[in-house]
């Protein structure tokens, strides 16, 4: 197959594009730090209408993983990779082992996972290709699997956070949250729209 790497860096940013036409492969990885361990973040397999939008978003969600990474205290950098989902047919299973040639290419880095458009089954396939993965199904007691429920539950834990400071009104929304500090800590509060008039 034939594998298009190409590496630069751009306003502190290394910044790596792929293509391998052969299985319509064609994204960027940013690597925004790696500062404190290998850039780490997630692999989001999406739509884009241009390359500029897939690098504009890429860019803008590795420097995201900077900060998440640093402020949960792990040793990890913060990184991301986008990949463009082609339209019509395509296999996926291809897709994703020349994904992995790209990351065994780079070599430790930037080690992905799984992100929106990507499932543990995709991961599984690029770790096929490469050590340089997270995000695969669980296993026998260990870590893994879809993250995507703790996300959520990270979003609603911190709406009942702000929720427990007292009354607050979302004007854009036009909702209002009331929680107690302690009903924020059971059941995370109640958040409620305003009836109609």
Known sequence: MTLQLSRMEEDGQLIFRFENPDCDLSGVI????LALGPATGGCRFWHYD????????????????????????????GGKSVIRRPDGAFDRAALFRAFGRVLEEIGGDYLAAEDVGTTPRDM?????????????????????????PWTALGVFLSIAHVC???????????????????????SAGACTRPAPR
């Open 30 to 33: 940013v690597v925004d730090s």
């Open 50 to 77: 241009d390359a500029a939008a897939m690098l504009s978003d890429a860019r803008r969600l590795a420097r995201g993983m900077s900060y998440k990474n640093a402020m949960a205290g792990l040793p990890l950098g």
């Open 124 to 148: 599984e396939v690029v770790r096929s290709q490469t050590p340089f993965v997270f995000g695969l199904p669980a296993d026998a007691g260990q870590a893994g699997g879809d993250p995507s």
């Open 164 to 186: 427990a400071r007292g009354a607050v009104r979302f004007r854009r929304a036009g909702s209002r949250c009331r929680a107690s500090a302690a009903s924020a800590r059971t």
